[in-house]
T-cell receptor, first 112, second 114 residues
Framework: KQEVTQIPAALSVPEGENLVLNCSFT??????LQWFRQDPGKGLTSLLL?????REQTSGRLNASLDKSSGRSTLYIAASQPGDSATYLC???????????FGTGTRLQVTL | EAGVTQFPSHSVIEKGQTVTLRCDPI?????LYWYRRVMGKEIKFLLH????????ESGMPNNRFLAERTGGTYSTLKVQPAELEDSGVYFC????????????FGPGTRLTVT
């Protein structure tokens, strides 16, 4: 059974800092890994999708890496801004139905 | 291209009542998924449609939940009768295909059972 863990559970950083969010998964037989952000009371916004054959994916100030063999992914956020404050979730599709298994998320607060 | 839409955005019902949630996927997406997040827990899979067929309903909690996707377009998720533990946020997602394809999520329906 796939299990996804995210650490830390919460993180508070001052504006401008670079930060890393971690995601680990137990079953390395994944198609891809998705990073999402969720703002309070809102839905999920897909940030990055990194395929199992890729090692990195970049979008603006975000960079996601994937190491399938060790069951880890990191989301690097450069030059953090208060608007980055949200909960960040990682998820992996599992099984033939490709249902996503989610981590519990990292709640990020970027302070002025 | 319109995104995944869900209706209603918020529903408050009493225990024992019935509620029907609706999801409209992105046009052309044959794969439709329902997920749920209950308070303090991670988002969990409920079921997966390919067109109008249920591909995987292993996450449905019990027979009080009924999902349909008539015609392979929009989907409904009915809870009858609702219990207190059904409170949470229900998300719908769609994708072009399984596996390697990205899933796009709707804004969710917040269900509160009192």
């Amino acid at each position: 059974k796939q299990e996804v863990t995210q650490i830390p559970a919460a993180l508070s950083v001052p504006e401008g800092e670079n930060l890393v969010l971690n995601c680990s998964f137990t079953d390395s037989a994944i198609y891809n890994l998705q990073w999402f952000r969720q703002d309070p009371g809102k839905g999920l916004t897909s940030l990055l999708l990194i395929q199992s054959s890729q090692r990195e994916q970049t979008s603006g100030r975000l960079n996601a890496s994937l190491d399938k063999s060790s069951g880890r992914s990191t989301l690097y956020i450069a030059a953090s801004q208060p608007g980055d404050s949200a909960t960040y979730l990682c998820a992996v599709p599992t099984g033939t139905a490709s249902k996503l298994t989610f981590g519990t998320g990292t709640r990020l607060q970027v302070t002025l | 291209e319109a995104g995944v839409t869900q209706f209603p955005s918020h529903s408050v019902i009493e225990k024992g009542q019935t509620v029907t949630l609706r999801c409209d996927p992105i046009s052309g997406h044959d794969n439709l998924y329902w997920y749920r997040r209950v308070m303090g827990k991670e988002i969990k899979f409920l079921l997966h449609f390919v067109k109008e067929s249920k591909q995987d309903e292993s996450g449905m909690p019990n027979n009080r939940f009924l999902a349909e996707r008539t015609g392979g377009t929009y989907s409904t998720l009915k809870v009858q009768p609702a219990e207190l533990e059904d409170s949470g946020v229900y998300f719908c997602a769609s994708s072009r295909g399984p596996g390697i394809y990205e899933q796009y999520f709707g804004p969710g329906t917040r269900l509160t059972v009192t």
